[in-house]
């Protein structure tokens, strides 16, 4: 508190302490000034302060401090008191002056305010600041004047929506325009002409900002947008297209026409009274009508010869071009038989499969499936030169686990287990086709294998990727090569508008346009809260031209679509029919939407100097984002200081704050000038980055030195915050990158048949025929959906030919690492199936 002055005692002064008082308050008694201070009114020290100028509200305008003034006389001096304590006297911009018509003296305190004094208050409390006059009488406050951080949101809490309104109408369009302080105004605009309601009296603005069109003319047709300002930000809604529409009225009959020689007269009348408009419906009933003539007026005409013959021309023509129908349907049927039914289609050739001639035989178990190939026809090779069927070199080269094994017969063999064929050589083939010539070569990240009916899994370890290929999803007869890859390529990433951010990696499974008889599941992380009722979460897709579009908004599926969306509380489980480059992007419906973001604490594994740095990274909640910072990490010689923390990272337009704390001054220092190191907020949201750091600078004050204790502080400005307590020795390297955190999965990244499933084939066939057929007492599919927890998705099963295999595939890609197949036997139990005991047949009868 800045010392304060003599006035707080309440007393008269003597003329002698006036003049004295005068002269340290820096006026001068010469001249004009004393004739002036001599003329001092008699009652002058028993005047209490008043205020000329009070310090009024105030907002700041992105990082622009504000300025507050008071006057008042007679003061000796003035001080401001924000939010109860006391401004620094040095801070106070001080001037006095005299009033020429009282000769009372003047004193003018301004003070500056910044966004960062008020952000110190961290929304508990308005800030505010007031100031206090003294007199040689007593003291005097001025009203408080409060100052506010002036913002407005992006998003409209209600934006106006599309109509299609008749002629003379009343229309009504809403909008409730985002939050700001201060609050926003709204004005109207029709095709971005502001609307005035005093010049045109037919459009009327509501005190909520809804715009009412009183009748509607042809000339209020056009696209109308709300739009809100304030002193920060000026934002727009989405346009709404009102259309005004002219329903058609029919004209008068026409008078009768004559009658002709059909022994017939007509009549019509025209849609031009009005005629329909913009839209509007045409006129309703018949437009023309006819009337039998009975007068004399009716020629008499009798069907002749010729009448005869023309018939009958017609009806041989009829007949003959029935006749040409019929042999072209056979001359192509026959055409087609003659191919070979499991040659490739034209989007399969082109995209470089190898679909192969191959009928499977009666399995004699489980481990062993016996396919007999075509060797009467040729098929295009994966090279795109046309190759004999006889000719197997070439086509799987696969050591160690081959997936085709020759036998003696001719025959081939499909093994279950791991596909360990070299990943760089199964790459560069591929990125070698014309159509993949942007297929990443990032070998670590991508995982590829060769299937056929029975199925399989890729996965990408320590990413939470996969992409479960279910039974029958390839077509009997076919054999693919997929592979999985996430995209880290900056070009790829996808273009983000407004609030929009990236939930999820970018990953791509292909080759696009293999034909799937139904749909395979990709299973990716997301960061996401996993509400949906703070989120619009949208799949968006990459189609053939590289443009992103969206093909789901989730909440609202339609089971028709090629395209289904599990959200999960950090996985997204997608069912898609069409294999391609996949990601999910959030757009925050409120301030409650938050990400997940991982923070992670490293530093050097060896410091020979004093210095001593520790680096925080923020990054989404992702596993290949997580996975990408330790394999850094661990090129950089760093070591892991602490476990991962999760923060809840708000879409409230503030900052991420990180401090360090609690460090014995005796043995170490901060180099931080600044209390905090700051990252904005929309660096974290639009994730321009795929992950920011902040690096401490520590110093120890000796050599010696190795224990470090402190606490390092991470929160969201108004928000939330986590809290490392860190103790450790940085001279011993007790954490290793690989071991400690970054578990590494030792599960095979492709597998194909039986092995990929937890659930045997010829089981999994006998709970599909068991419960896919309706059950009167409900205990059916819809049962075992309701046991698992998967209710909500009743339409999507619905609408599959077997919805029982459908929950099973949802199942194997949500416990593929840790599903116990007995739980599932008690579920089939409970529910009631004789079915369940079909889990204790051995392998061998399977």
Request: glycine share 6%.
């Amino acid at each position: 508190m800045p010392l304060l002055p003599a006035p707080f005692v309440r007393c008269r002064l003597s003329a002698t302490l006036r003049v004295l008082w005068l002269l340290s308050a820096g006026f001068s008694l010469t001249g004009s000034e004393h004739t002036a201070t001599a003329a001092l009114p008699a009652a002058f020290s028993d005047l209490l302060p008043h205020f000329l100028v009070e310090p009024e509200d105030e907002y700041i305008v992105k990082n622009k401090p504000v300025t507050l003034t008071c006057r008042s006389t007679p003061a000796t001096q003035i001080y401001f008191k924000c939010n109860g304590e006391w401004v620094h006297q040095d801070d106070h911009l001080i001037e006095r002056t005299v009033d020429p018509a009282t000769a009372l003296p003047v004193m003018q305190v301004t003070i500056d305010i910044t966004r960062q004094q008020v952000e110190k208050i961290f929304g508990l409390d308005e800030y505010w600041c007031q100031c206090v006059a003294w007199s040689t009488t007593g003291t005097q406050k001025s009203q408080k004047a409060y100052i506010r951080i002036a913002y407005l949101r992006k998003n409209f809490e209600e934006e106006p929506q599309g109509k299609e309104v008749a002629l003379d109408q009343e229309v009504l369009l809403r909008c409730h325009p985002p939050e700001g302080v201060p609050q926003a105004e709204v004005e109207w605009q029709r095709n971005e002409d502001v609307i005035n309601p005093t010049s045109d009296p037919n459009f009327f603005i509501t005190a909520d900002h809804n715009l009412v069109i009183r009748k509607a003319r042809l000339a209020d047709t056009g696209n109308y947008t709300c739009v809100a300002k304030n002193i920060v930000a000026r934002r727009k809604s989405s346009s709404a297209t009102v259309l005004v529409y002219v329903d058609g009225g029919w004209s008068e009959w026409s008078k009768w026409s004559a009658c002709g020689a059909d022994c017939s007269m007509w009549r019509s009348r025209e849609c031009t009274q009005p005629s329909p408009g913009t839209g509007g419906k045409d006129c309703q009933g018949v437009d023309l009508q006819s009337l039998n003539c009975t007068s004399e007026q009716c020629p008499q005409t009798v069907s002749g010869a010729e009448d005869v013959a023309l018939y009958v021309g017609m009806v041989a023509v009829a007949l003959c071009l029935t006749l040409l129908l019929i042999v072209v349907v056979l001359v192509y049927r026959r055409k087609k038989e003659g191919l070979d039914a499991d040659v490739a289609d034209s989007s399969i050739l082109t995209t470089g499969f190898q679909p192969m001639g191959i009928k499977p035989s009666k399995p004699e178990n489980s481990h062993l499936l016996t396919i007999q190939p075509d060797l009467t026809t040729t098929t295009t090779s994966y090279q795109g030169t046309l190759r004999s069927r006889h000719d197997t070199t070439g086509k799987f080269s696969m050591t160690n686990g081959p997936l085709l094994d020759p036998l003696p017969n001719g025959s081939h063999t499909l093994h279950n287990g791991k596909l360990n064929s070299n990943p760089s050589e199964f790459v560069s083939r591929l990125s070698s086709q014309s159509f993949f010539k942007t297929l990443p070569r990032d070998v670590d990240n991508t995982s590829y294998g060769t299937f056929n009916f029975l199925g399989g899994r890729l996965t990408i370890p320590n990413m939470g990727i996969s992409l479960l290929i279910p039974p029958e999803a390839i077509p009997r007869g076919k054999i693919y090569e997929i592979y999985l890859t996430v995209q880290r390529k900056e070009d790829l990433r996808l273009p983000l508008a407004g609030c929009q951010t990236l939930l999820s990696p970018v990953v791509s499974c292909g080759p696009p346009g293999v034909v799937l008889s139904r749909p395979v599941i990709l299973s990716m992380d997301h960061c996401s809260d996993a509400s949906l009722d703070n989120w619009a979460v949208r799949l968006k897709k990459q189609n053939y031209e590289g443009v992103w579009e969206d093909v789901l908004l989730m909440g609202e599926e339609l089971v028709s679509e090629p395209y289904y969306c599990q959200l999960e509380a950090e996985t997204c489980r997608v069912f898609t029919e069409q294999l391609g480059s996949f990601a999910l992007v959030g757009e925050s419906l409120h301030m409650g939407a938050a990400k997940r973001l991982r923070l992670v604490l490293f530093s050097d594994s060896y410091c020979s100097t004093l210095e001593y740095n520790i680096r925080v990274y923020c990054m989404d909640d992702t596993q290949d984002i997580f996975k990408e910072v330790m394999q850094m990490e661990r090129q950089l010689g760093g070591r892991l200081i602490d476990e991962p923390h999760v923060l809840l990272f708000k879409d409230s337009y503030h900052n991420l704050r990180l401090s360090i704390h609690d460090m014995p001054q005796a043995h170490w220092r901060s180099k931080l000038l600044a209390g905090y190191q700051e990252i904005p907020f929309y660096h974290i949201w639009n994730g321009s980055q795929r992950y920011l750091h902040c690096t401490f600078t520590l110093e120890r004050l000796s050599l010696s030195t190795c224990e470090l204790t402190c606490q390092l502080c991470v929160w969201q400005v108004e928000g939330e915050g986590q809290s490392f307590s860190l103790d450790f020795n940085i001279a011993k390297d007790t954490r290793s990158v690989d071991s400690e955190c970054l578990l590494m999965d030792s599960n095979a990244t492709a597998l194909a048949g039986p092995s990929a499933f937890q659930i045997p084939y010829l089981i999994r066939q006998k709970i599909c025929s068991s419960l896919d057929a309706p059950c009167p007492n409900g205990a059916d599919w819809r049962m075992l959906a309701q046991r698992l927890k998967l209710e909500k998705h009743m339409s999507f099963f619905a609408s599959k030919a077997s919805p029982t295999s459908v929950i099973l595939d949802l199942w194997e890609a949500q416990h593929f690492h840790s599903g116990n197949i007995n739980q599932l036997a008690a579920v089939m139990a409970d529910i009631g199936k004789q079915e369940a005991m079909i889990f204790l047949v051995s392998d061998g009868e399977c």
